[in-house]
């Protein structure tokens, strides 16, 4: 009887720290909610071979005022979207995170435009938040699973996955393109910061692969008085309906757990210049259409 009461108060103990753990997760993951003047530093730190020729890409530093919304709120998933404020408070939709728990479906960037979904077991996410990041059209970008960390005052989520080249180096760079992330959210008592630690790699289509360099980056989100972001919040008010009725068109793809394979224009534009035309009133069926022209079937 002693035994089985023990057994009875670890497993109930167990199953507390879980649900401790959980609360502690999305109290972190909602903390990058808020207004916040971001910097962004990004420098490239070692070269693999040496090559008299190569040219590193130069330092990255800038500077941005953002707004990240919380989208949606559920005991499982929170949608956390990004805006940028630019100028005479211009507004950039930027790029979006989901996080989900114990998520098992993944689609892993490959190259070029192609995602590969792939499936793992429940035990291997258990007590794991998936981060699903987004491009700022709301097309794949990269994913990764990972427990949030909390010891000794410190609040943090970490895991490595591929990813496409980020924007500031998709024009200047083309002898690579894979950027293997070691992503690393934190946060802290300013705000949040997002540290990376990249490999430039040089993927062929057999999946072997040559790193070219290595780049550590650095964004600091420092947390302000919400009224500085009034301008995006009203943007979000005004358009949110048609990103929806876009998230929605992309999740009807995700949910066939399939390969996804994208064109890089339709009509000499990128799909985000399509859908930035828009006006937040669109109709589904027109955001549909769009999105459908992009898909390699």
Not at 69 to 81: T, Y
Request: aromatic share 12%.
């Amino acid at each position: 009887m002693k035994r089985i009461t023990l057994l009875a108060l670890l497993i109930g103990s167990l199953a507390f720290g879980q649900k401790s753990n959980k609360k502690e997760d999305i109290k972190a993951i909602k903390s990058m909610c808020g207004c916040y003047e971001v910097k962004f530093n990004f420098a490239e730190t070692f070269q693999k071979e040496k090559d008299s020729t190569y040219k590193a890409s130069p330092v990255k530093k800038d500077y941005g005022l953002e707004w990240v919304e919380l989208v949606e709120d559920a005991s499982d998933k929170l949608v956390l979207q990004h805006l940028l404020i630019v100028g005479d408070d211009a507004i950039v939709k930027h790029w979006r995170q989901d996080w989900i728990y114990e998520n098992t479906n993944f689609y892993q960037f490959f190259k070029e435009k192609t995602w590969k979904f792939e499936q793992l077991e429940a035990k291997q996410v258990k007590g794991q938040w998936t981060q699903k990041v987004y491009q700022v059209d709301d097309s794949p970008r990269y994913e990764g699973t990972a427990s949030w960390v909390h010891v000794d005052g410190k609040h943090y989520w970490m895991n490595t996955t591929d990813a496409p080249l980020p924007r500031r180096e998709h024009t200047i760079r083309k002898d690579y393109d894979v950027l293997e992330r070691r992503n690393i959210h934190e946060i802290t008592d300013y705000g949040w910061l997002h540290e990376q630690d990249n490999r430039k790699i040089a993927r062929d289509d057999n999946g072997k692969d040559i790193e070219i360099a290595q780049e550590k980056g650095l964004d600091l989100y420092i947390k302000v008085e919400d009224s500085k972001c009034l301008a995006a919040q009203n943007y979000w008010k005004e358009n949110k309906n048609m990103w929806k009725n876009v998230r929605d068109k992309w999740q009807t793809f995700f949910d066939k757990n399939q390969t996804i394979h994208l064109e890089k224009s339709v009509d000499n534009k990128p799909l985000f210049m399509h859908l930035f035309d828009l006006k937040g009133d669109t109709p589904k069926a027109e955001t549909d259409k769009i999105i459908d022209s992009f898909v390699k079937r």
